[in-house]
């Protein structure tokens, strides 16, 4: 069965940092890139970050360039997104998804392009 799942949210203050993991299941982790999202309450889902199958390659949303990172273990079939120096804007459910086809080649952060997606983990900023 298909899985991506998400853990690692949490409530943290102004300045902190949070690591997020997405671990899959039942397909070929390796082929994939891996793209993370957020979607806050009354506003549409936005593209984060996303990382080639291989980990060579990586692309940020400009809101958290230089602030979050993106990696990828694909002996543990796991993304991860480190955020660091977080700001109460990045208060959203963050969804991971896999995408094949023209998004392995561009990285692409537009949700409609990406095939596979988790439940969902809250990231609350708040003091």
């Known amino acids: 069965q298909l899985q991506l799942v998400e853990s690692g949210g949490g409530l943290v203050q102004p300045g902190g940092s949070l690591r997020l993991s997405c671990t899959a299941s039942?397909?070929?982790?390796?082929?994939?890139?891996i793209g993370w999202f957020r979607q806050a309450p009354g506003k549409e889902r936005e593209g984060v970050s996303s990382?080639?199958?291989?980990?060579?390659?990586?692309n940020y949303a400009d809101s958290v360039k230089g602030r979050f990172t993106i990696s990828r273990d694909n002996a543990k079939n796991t993304v991860y997104l480190q955020m660091n120096s977080l700001k109460p804007e990045d208060t959203a459910v963050y969804y991971c998804?896999?995408?094949?086809?023209?998004?392995?080649?561009?990285?692409?952060?537009?949700?409609?392009?990406?095939?596979?997606w988790g439940q969902g983990t809250q990231v609350t900023v708040s003091s």
């Open positions: 039942g397909f070929a982790f390796n082929d994939y890139a």
């Open positions: 990382i080639s199958s291989s980990g060579g390659s990586t």
């Open positions: 998804a896999a995408g094949g086809g023209l998004v392995i080649f561009t990285l692409l952060l537009d949700p409609n392009a990406y095939n596979y």
